[in-house]
């Protein structure tokens, strides 16, 4: 997609309203930091270690476009568990002049409760054609983690859309993870544009992408092969013994079998 379509162009925070820095969600150093995030018209990542606000970021973004915090397309409003931060209050969105014919916000944590929301709906009467076709026909709850969530990719997934993901390599093999750049790319030339928080090197490695890391003193804008991502992975990968050596080490006395 060409800049000029992209459908969300920048995710700024509206710092004079924060009502203080102290607190969660805005004492994340991400979030402290943050001015704005200029958006890739293809696929922008967000990576960064455990806790540092990817996901409290993604779904801010999510629920200002109108999603579900749950997950989920724009027509589902189911609510679980209500654990989604005020951040979305705060944060501004640039959008481009067109709009996505086509959305989804997927929270790997509560895909269950999405395939259950399906299966709910589909048991009520209705006109329409079952909700569970256009995610491949069969029940969610009866494919596994990693199938289901490719069912979703292929199927419900049209292009001309904004998807935003969270983690979606949790779900994947390191095939399936491939297999989902390509899904990815094709998506990307239907005019599609993706948000993405991963901690998986392969699916970072798309190249028409911008990488953001968010890190102590905030976001920044990084290279595939700058990431720990892929330093660590390709250490790792290059030298296993060694690594083990150095990890098993680290951790020798403190238990005894
Ligand atoms: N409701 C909440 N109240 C207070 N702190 C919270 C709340 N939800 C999350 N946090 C904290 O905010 C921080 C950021 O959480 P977040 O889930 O956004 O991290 P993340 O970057 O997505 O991490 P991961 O890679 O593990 O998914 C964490 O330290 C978390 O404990
Ligand atoms: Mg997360």
Do not use: W
Request: with cysteine.
């Amino acid at each position: 997609m060409k800049a000029i379509e992209q459908y969300l162009i920048e995710v700024s925070l509206k710092r004079e309203q924060v009502p203080s820095f102290d607190e969660y969600p805005f004492c994340l150093d991400a979030v402290r930091n943050l001015s704005k995030i200029k958006l890739h018209p293809k696929v922008t990542f967000l990576v960064g270690e455990n806790g540092t606000g990817k996901s409290t970021l993604l779904e801010a973004i999510a629920i200002s476009l109108g999603f579900n915090p749950e997950g989920g397309t724009r027509n589902f409003c189911f609510n679980t568990y209500k654990a989604h931060s005020a951040l979305h209050d705060y944060i501004r969105l640039s959008r481009g002049v067109k709009r996505p014919q086509d959305g989804f916000f997927l929270r790997a944590e509560s895909f269950f409760n999405l395939a259950s929301e399906i299966q709910r709906l589909d048991a009520e009467p209705s006109f329409g054609p079952p909700i569970i076709d256009a995610y491949g026909g069969k029940s969610l709850h009866e494919q596994s983690h990693g199938e289901s969530f490719m069912a979703l990719l292929l199927n419900r997934f049209g292009g001309k859309g904004l998807y935003i993901l969270d983690e979606p390599e949790a779900a994947l093999s390191p095939t399936r993870q491939m297999a989902m750049i390509s899904r990815v790319h094709q998506l990307v030339q239907a005019k599609s544009q993706f948000i993405i928080a991963t901690h998986s090197p392969l699916i970072l490695s798309y190249p028409y992408a911008r990488i953001y890391q968010l890190e102590e003193g905030g976001i920044n804008s990084i290279g595939y092969k700058e990431t720990d991502h892929y330093q660590l992975t390709r250490d790792f990968l290059n030298r296993p013994e060694k690594m083990l050596e150095i990890l098993l080490d680290m951790s020798s006395g403190e238990l005894t079998d």
